[in-house]
């Protein structure tokens, strides 16, 4: 079936939409939030050969916009996307759904999860489930060898009203003034002390569904140990190891990063028997 664009949500100068890449008689309808530190990036960044392997293995596959950190606080994000997410399920008549998201993306679906909404499954890739590490609130060491991007230059990016969608290279220098300086959760945070409320705690993970979780060993932007506590906490998961030095390593299409897609359908194929 073709692609096809649905408007979700209209309001307050924010539009939230959806791409949707559907297959007849699906098995479940995955619906993908996209990664960027949530001050960047767009809903249809994932390279084409992964989602043709879903569909082609019966799953739909949906793409959601969400507002983007600074102009717009996390709770106002989630709130937006709650919303979406309701008219999506309503206008597709959609009944079993798979959460996927990459990064930032995973940690939205993470809160959601934990404020209510039910997958039947979740993919995380290099996502985290709480933002109370202390590697979040410091200078991160991949961030400090480039040159210091100083706040006001920063803050120059910053637009009067709210931002869906964010080229990498347009929106880069705000979030790397952030790990550069320790200043990221401010970014997006409604006030800076609330990292807890806006994280999912051990009781709450082991409530959630069946996870696949895929990170790799070195991550140098999300620490593995964050990915290894989840985890060991959500009662039926699978971590998914790679012995890389990067973050999104299926930014690029490879032989390697394909053969992860396989093993994660292989492993959602086995999940749903035994749903």
């Given at each position: 079936?073709?692609k096809?664009?649905?408007?979700?949500?209209?309001q307050?100068?924010?539009?939230?939409?959806?791409?949707c890449?559907?297959?007849?008689?699906?098995?479940?309808?995955?619906?993908?939030l996209?990664?960027?530190?949530?001050?960047?990036?767009?809903?249809?960044?994932?390279?084409?050969?992964?989602?043709?392997?879903?569909?082609?293995?019966?799953?739909?596959?949906i793409?959601?916009?969400?507002?983007?950190a600074?102009?717009?606080?996390?709770?106002?994000t989630?709130?937006?996307?709650?919303?979406?997410?309701?008219?999506?399920s309503?206008?597709?008549?959609?009944?079993?759904?798979?959460?996927m998201?990459?990064?930032?993306?995973?940690?939205?679906?993470?809160?959601?999860?934990k404020?209510?909404?039910?997958?039947?499954?979740?993919?995380?890739f290099y996502?985290?489930?709480?933002?109370?590490d202390?590697?979040f609130?410091m200078?991160?060491?991949?961030?400090?060898k480039?040159?210091l991007?100083?706040?006001?230059e920063a803050r120059?990016l910053?637009?009067?009203?709210?931002?869906?969608?964010?080229?990498l290279?347009q929106?880069?220098p705000?979030?790397?003034?952030?790990?550069q300086l320790?200043?990221?959760l401010?970014?997006?945070?409604?006030?800076?002390n609330?990292?807890?409320?806006?994280?999912?705690?051990?009781?709450?993970?082991?409530a959630?569904?069946?996870?696949?979780?895929v990170?790799c060993?070195?991550?140098?932007?999300?620490?593995?140990?964050?990915?290894?506590?989840?985890?060991?906490?959500?009662p039926?998961?699978?971590?998914?190891?790679?012995?890389?030095?990067?973050?999104?390593?299926?930014?690029a299409v490879?032989?390697?990063?394909?053969?992860?897609y396989?093993q994660?359908?292989?492993?959602?194929?086995?999940e749903f028997?035994n749903?």
């Open positions: 079936m073709p096809q664009t649905l408007e979700l949500f209209n307050d100068g924010i539009t939230i939409q959806a791409t890449h559907l297959v007849e008689n699906a098995t479940a309808a995955i619906l993908y996209h990664g960027g530190g949530l001050i960047f990036g767009e809903r249809d960044d994932l390279p084409e050969p992964y989602i043709t392997k879903f569909n082609q293995a019966g799953y739909s596959f793409t959601l916009d969400y507002p983007l600074p102009e717009t606080k996390l709770d106002q989630l709130r937006i996307l709650n919303q979406s997410l309701g008219t999506l309503t206008e597709l008549k959609l009944t079993d759904t798979v959460a998201g990459r990064s930032a993306g995973s940690y939205l679906w993470y809160l959601l999860i404020d209510g909404f039910s997958p039947r499954a979740f993919l995380d996502g985290y489930a709480n933002v109370t202390p590697s609130k200078p991160a060491p991949a961030y400090t480039f040159p991007v100083a706040p006001m120059a910053i637009q009067k009203h709210p931002v869906v969608n964010a080229d290279d929106r880069f705000l979030y790397l003034s952030g790990r320790g200043t990221w401010s970014s997006f945070l409604p006030r800076v609330q990292a807890a409320q806006f994280s999912v705690a051990p009781a709450e993970l082991a959630f569904p069946p996870t696949v979780l990170h060993s070195a991550d140098p932007d999300v620490p593995y140990a964050l990915a290894k506590a989840s985890a060991d906490l959500i039926r998961s699978e971590l998914l190891t790679l012995n890389l030095a990067e973050h999104d390593f299926d930014r490879s032989e390697e990063s394909l053969r992860v396989d994660v359908i292989d492993w959602l194929k086995i028997a749903l």
